[in-house]
């Protein structure tokens, strides 16, 4: 699926507030199946029990065609996929209790998007690779009662 404009400039975004914000973040494209092309952001160095995350921001597939039967291409909910690392066997992240879990969730909260988490094993740290389904753990919706219109 074709990368919006939205997801670019939103990342492009985020970017700049987490730098403002003092943390390092490091750009790259997806080359992901079905993400191709979506902005993905690094932000601290990847490393067991290092503060790091990476994220992910895609457009929602579509789940039908126009009047043509051709993919929908106006209207793509947002959504920004969290990659973060667990302690030991509990959903407790590294980044949890900490100033950059903090300002993380609230960078990526403020923007009205469906906001998904993913939860890797503290291994040798994050990679894009990480974020798939088996390891989804929960999904925020900016309004309860019309998810997917609301979301940015």
Same mark, same amino acid.
């Given at each position: 699926?074709?990368v ?12 700049? %507030? ?6 390092? *973040? ?26 790091? *995350?990476?994220?992910?921001? *895609? ?43 903090? %300002? ?25 690779? %990480? ?11 900016s %309004? ?9």
């Open positions: 699926m074709a919006s404009a939205k997801a670019i400039s939103l990342a492009a975004e985020l970017v700049d %507030d987490l730098t403002r914000r003092g943390y390092t *973040c490091t750009q790259a494209v997806s080359t992901v199946s079905g993400f191709e092309g979506s902005p993905v952001i690094t932000v601290g160095t990847p490393g067991t029990n290092n503060q790091s *995350c990476v994220f992910r921001v *895609c457009q929602l597939n579509p789940l039908s065609t126009d009047a043509l039967g051709l993919a929908i291409t106006g209207f793509s909910p947002t959504i920004i996929q969290l990659g973060l690392e667990k302690q030991g066997s509990n959903y407790l992240s590294v980044l949890a209790m900490n100033a950059l879990g903090l %300002d993380l969730m609230g960078v990526l909260l403020s923007r009205g998007t469906i906001l998904e988490l993913y939860m890797e094993t503290n291994a040798a740290g994050l990679a894009e690779a %990480d974020l798939v389904s088996a390891k989804l753990v929960k999904t925020w919706y %309004d309860l009662k019309y998810k997917q219109m609301d979301a940015q």
